[in-house]
């Protein structure tokens, strides 16, 4: 793995939940995983955001901590989601991540697709 860019201040926040749920699926993976941030291009709004556990950090990739979990994201979806807040939402309505981006225009009902 050669050098990434160390992110001076995290580029997304996590919740506190969201930081507990990431970690349990950071318990469960066989392998030593970080969080990998994305955007997408698709949806109903133009863009999607992706969370995955990811096991290979790209030469490009930003990296930095926030509520103690690993994160890394690449330069395109940088751009998009400076200041985006996720959280993790458990009701009887619905379960998941939710998405707080102060650079989206719009997003839809679904929660996951923003436009810019």
């Known amino acids: 793995m050669s050098e990434t860019t160390q992110a001076t201040e995290p580029i997304v926040t996590l919740t506190r939940e969201a930081a507990e749920k990431v970690r349990e699926f950071q318990a469960g993976a066989e392998v030593e995983a970080v969080l990998r941030v994305s955007v997408i291009p698709g949806g109903c709004s133009g863009f999607e955001y992706g969370l995955d ?6 030469d490009d990739d930003f990296t930095f901590e926030s509520e103690g979990v690993p ?6 979806s940088a751009q998009y989601l400076a200041g985006l807040s996720i959280g993790y939402h458990s009701s009887f309505q619905g379960t998941g991540f939710t998405f707080e981006n102060p650079n989206a225009a719009g997003s839809c009902g679904c929660g996951t697709s923003f436009a810019v």
Not at 53 to 58: A, F, Q
Not at 71 to 76: E, K, N, R, S
């Open 53 to 58: 556990m990811d096991t290979t950090i790209r």
């Open 71 to 76: 994160v890394v994201i690449d330069p395109f």
